[in-house]
């Protein structure tokens, strides 16, 4: 089960805060939420003017006159709201959305009519990048594995999240490879709030941080994300939800500083030197050969052949598309089970075609790819074409909550021509092995233990690892090598040598 605080989750979960009501019949309140009940609603109905929308669309007017603009909001209630206003100063089709089903009620067009309204957030999403609307309002369904940077630099934080890592996934929506121009993000909110007194304190507790690591980084915006990455959801969710509406400033203060004690501690300072170090003394020239030569268009096999462990063969219309129906068993995935088909691109494009999903971390669909792929436990293939024996290995460290923030890597050894072992890299295996894995009748794997010559040659290849850890510069204190994988030349799963 995902954390409630899963982008992925995000929609499900405010369709169902929204719509609690209609199921709350038979459930029995306390007398003295009644009397607070009935003081909302008289203050609701009181209400003729949005205030918050019409702030929004002043500050659209006077800083984003001739801009795009993507909105981010919680709700779909929000969300109809936000379009129905933007229909109404702008003109019909000025919008689309994105939400977790592609439907979305109750928006009215700039004449008052009120309509539902359709739309495949990849057909919206291409949509916006080629500069065919002007807006988009998503919830955090865009807040991970959509680009939305073709035509768009603006940003409007309609409603806050209480995750901040939440505020920076949306802004990595404009902020990425593509982008041409500074991002500007604007957030909304009302300075009378609780919330809004919180959010100033975790912005002034993260300016302190920010102090601790200057001599570290240049950018104290990767800091932030960087520490508020290493920070519980929970610590967040108890700040917003636990704080007293009641308190006086210096009180909360006080309440905040106690709940937030350890963030951005000892454990977080070390863990950016770590990661960081001195990067203006860095030379990176001196380890160009270190940094993987492999991209998003390596990931094909990989892909082709997950699709075909889940029985689905796609249709691969070019080097860097692929075509294909999500297996059955992703479809628990409430991201996936709403598209029926998918295109997904396999390369950086900045504006891909309508239908298309550019492949990376985040996206719902390679996510589940990946998660299926870890809980394979075959692990002897035969595999023709090979030329020698390979034999893959982990390394870990053997010390258990060290600071690093590598905690495993994938190595491997084969058999050169000179009879001699050759360590290998994980980026340069997938190299080695892509052209054989996209080959699916050459490949035979079996869960049956390799031959006795073969573990005989995996322990010499495990000790020439052993032997190379130096060459590696693991982060690890006592790296420890395990094998994982025996890869042989020949068609059948018992290969002669």
Known sequence: MRDEDDPANQDEISRLEERIAEYSNGVDLNPD????????????????DETKIERILAVVDESFADRSVLFFTEYKATQALLMSALHKRYGDGCVTFINGDGFIEDVRDSSGNISDCREDRRHAATRFNRGEVRFLVSTEAAGEGVDLQGHCSTLIHVD?????????????????YGQTDPVDVITVRNPDTVESRIWDLLDEKLARINLAFQNAMDDPE?????VIGMASPGMFAKAFAGADATAVDQTLDDWFDTETATFGGEDAVNTVHSLIGHVARFDFGAVAAQIPQVDLPDLVP????????????????DDIRLRFRPPDEWKDDFAISVVDRYVLL??????????????GVGLRVVDRAVSDALQLTAAFAAIKGLDAPIFVFTVRDRITGSDSSVRTILVAAQLNGDGAWDLIRDWELIQRLNPLADRPRSLVVTDVRPARDALDMMADARAHVVSRI??????????????????????TATPEF
């Open 33 to 48: 939420e009644i009397p607070a009940l009935d003081e909302l609603l008289v203050a609701a109905n009181k209400v003729t």
């Open 160 to 176: 806050l999240p209480r995750n901040p890592m939440r505020l920076h996934q949306r802004v990595g929506r404009l902020s990425r």
């Open 222 to 226: 990767d800091i932030r994300q960087l």
């Open 302 to 317: 990989f892909f082709k052949a997950i699709l075909a462990v889940r029985g689905r063969r796609p249709e691969q219309a």
């Open 346 to 359: 396999f390369a950086r494009e900045p504006q891909p075609n309508i239908g298309e999903d550019i492949a």
């Open 470 to 491: 130096d060459a590696l510069e693991l982060p690890f204190e006592l790296p420890v090598v395990e094998s994982i994988a025996c890869l042989v030349p020949g068609a």
